[in-house]
């Protein structure tokens, strides 16, 4: 296992929940990454961010880790779940609810319904 891949799965097993993204959950340099950030920032969440410009063996490294092309890539209790697409999908269907409650991770449960609502 390369350098960079067993950074990526120290990061995914020392912390409920990590977001390898482009840029900082407080700056965050792409739409994409954005979009999860804010909603995980609206929600409570407390989670590890991974700032994937800052290290292109990570950039690749967590490519190559799941298996899926895209950056951001959100993981809980070191599980893959998936980016963008997928993140918002689960985020408006509840199913994201679903993954905390399941993980042990505590959230703002009305900020969750506020977005569904705002989006529904």
Do not use: H
């Amino acid at each position: 296992m390369s350098d960079a891949q067993t950074q990526i799965q120290e990061t995914v097993t020392s912390n409920d929940v990590v977001l390898f993204m482009k840029g900082t959950k407080d700056a965050p340099q792409c739409g994409f990454s954005s979009r999860i950030a804010g909603v995980l920032n609206f929600m409570g969440i407390d989670y590890a961010d991974v700032n994937v410009l800052a290290d292109d063996a990570i950039r690749q490294g967590i490519k190559d880790f799941s298996d899926w092309p895209t950056i951001p890539q959100l993981y809980i209790k070191g599980e893959f779940i998936g980016g963008c697409d997928i993140v918002t999908e689960m985020m408006l269907s509840g199913e994201l609810d679903k993954s905390f409650d399941d993980g042990g991770v505590s959230y703002n449960k009305e900020a969750a319904e506020q977005i569904r609502a705002a989006n529904g």
